[in-house]
């Protein structure tokens, strides 16, 4: 079994940062591509960021310049700094990791349970 905690959302004025964490636990053999998603309310689920194992990095858009992703392999665990928020960056966000558990799978996609963040003044 494998659990995604994602941590780190809360409110935060315009121009302001956070940084969220996402720690995998559980039966892990290895983690492949790590991302990040947000839901706005009333808007379907979209790409934030990812990161490859290798540590190649790839944003949308609307967030290059702004936000980075890293991870911590010896951590098992995804990080998105975030900066210069806007009001539009207001979503729930959700970790996403390929995961594979043992020598034998090519890798399941697990999801966490997402951490809101709200950027108002």
């Known amino acids: 079994q494998v659990q995604l905690v994602e941590s780190g959302g809360g409110l935060v004025q315009p121009g302001g940062s956070l940084r969220l964490s996402c720690a995998a636990s559980?039966?892990?053999?290895?983690?492949?591509?790590m991302g990040w998603y947000r839901q706005a309310p009333g808007k379907e689920r979209e790409l934030v960021a990812t990161i490859t194992n290798s540590g190649s990095t790839n944003y949308a858009d609307s967030v290059k310049g702004r936000f980075t992703i890293s991870r911590d392999n010896a951590k098992n665990t995804a990080y998105l700094q975030m900066n210069s928020l806007k009001p539009d960056d207001t979503a729930v966000y959700y970790c996403?990791?390929?995961?594979?558990?043992?020598?034998?799978?090519?890798?399941?996609?697990?999801w966490g349970k997402g951490t809101p963040v709200t950027v108002s003044s």
């Open positions: 996403n990791i390929v995961i594979r558990t043992s020598v034998f799978d090519k890798g399941v996609n697990y």
């Open positions: 559980g039966r892990i053999f290895s983690l492949n591509v």
